[in-house]
């Protein structure tokens, strides 16, 4: 069915189009963008409170008792994240206070920056 084709890219470009804002939203807008998507918020570079109550280094996974991420729209939690390097963890213990950036990565979440808090 040729004819159909056009309307097809047509329909693509459209959603091209009014997908890829994402990024161009302002990081802080206070409270703001709470309520978007994760996938909308993905790039969103803010770090998240956290506290660190187990560090894994040899399976690239560390717990954290997080406060509210706004970027993945998720509650208060102690949970598992993992991390790509086990370089983000050497200075990490138990009862650290962190603040840190969570992603999820093709359906797993990540640690993708943790930094000391004092
Ligand atoms: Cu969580």
Redesign the pocket.
């Known amino acids: 069915m040729p004819k159909s084709l056009p309307q097809c890219f047509a329909l693509l470009a459209a959603a091209l189009l009014t997908s890829t804002p994402a990024w161009a939203q302002a990081p802080a807008a206070d409270g703001h963008a709470a309520h978007h998507t994760a996938a909308a918020n993905a790039q969103q570079a803010d770090l998240s409170e956290g506290e660190v109550t187990r560090v894994d280094a040899a399976a690239l996974k560390v717990t954290l008792r997080?406060g509210e991420?706004k970027n993945?729209n998720?509650?208060p939690?102690t949970?598992v994240f993992r991390v790509q390097d086990a370089a983000l963890l050497a200075p990490l213990k138990a009862g650290d206070k962190v603040r840190f950036r969570?992603e999820q990565i093709k359906g797993a979440?990540y640690a993708t920056r943790i930094e000391k808090a004092q």
């Open positions: 997080h991420l993945l998720m509650p939690m949970m969570a979440y």
